[in-house]
């Protein structure tokens, strides 16, 4: 069965530092998500994808947010400078239509130290 | 201001028996709900959703309700399994989702499953 992978499962990183959280989505589709669930909370909306343009993003998906499709497979979330508020649980999602059920990868722990 | 949220943050049955979710929603507007199962360190994984045309969804041993009048969700498992035990989520897109698929969750129900 087709599926989101993600790639690391879990990053620590040092508050102000770079991070890059690595996606593949499922092949045929063509809308991507980012999402992130910090620890005991909901799951929060951060940025959609298509066409290689971000269509919406939220308030939290601010200046040091960045994605990427760098080439015909992979799907990126950049965070600029890593703060300790940042240290949650990233998911990635795509969806074939956007009218369809979204598959969500099993996650990344970005933990800040 | 706009919210989707559950009843219960934790639920605990009995194998065999059925299992009822609730969960509460004040947008409207939304078209379109879905329910999630996430298992501990795993991502969201679909589970049946329905349109705000509907009333009511089947799936195997799943059934979700909408109740568009009192803005009300629920997803009835049937015949509980040890594998049913995660937290469950309930998620609403807006009328018109399309390539923003802004999924509005809620903060889930943990459902045990006692053997």
């Known amino acids: 069965e087709p599926e989101v992978t993600q790639t690391p499962s879990h990053q620590v990183t040092q508050m102000g530092q770079e991070v890059i959280l690595r996606c593949v989505p499922i092949s045929n589709h063509l809308y991507f998500y980012w999402y992130r669930q910090i620890l005991g909370q909901k799951v929060e909306f951060l940025v959609s994808f298509y066409n290689n343009e971000i269509s919406e993003k939220s308030e939290i998906f601010d200046d040091q947010f960045s994605v990427e499709r760098p080439d015909g497979s992979n799907f990126t979330l950049k965070i600029r400078s890593t703060k300790l508020e940042d240290s949650a649980m990233y998911f990635c999602?795509?969806?074939?239509?956007?009218?369809?059920?979204?598959?969500f990868g099993q996650g990344t722990r970005l933990t800040v130290v | 201001g706009e919210s989707v949220g559950l009843h219960l943050p934790t639920l605990s049955v009995q194998e065999g028996d059925n299992s009822i979710i609730n969960c509460a929603y004040s947008?409207?507007?939304?078209?379109?709900f879905i329910w999630y199962k996430q298992e501990s360190g795993k991502g969201p994984q679909f589970i049946i959703d329905i349109r705000s045309n509907m009333d009511k969804r089947q799936g195997q041993r799943v059934t979700v309700l909408l109740n568009k009048t009192v803005k009300h969700l629920s997803l009835q498992i049937a015949a509980t399994q040890p594998g049913d035990s995660a937290v469950y989520f309930c998620a609403e897109l807006p009328a018109g989702g399309g390539s923003n698929y802004k999924l509005t969750f809620g903060k889930g129900t943990l459902l045990t499953v006692n053997p």
């Open positions: 947008n409207s507007a939304s078209d379109y």
């Open positions: 999602a795509s969806s074939e239509t956007g009218f369809t059920e979204a598959f």
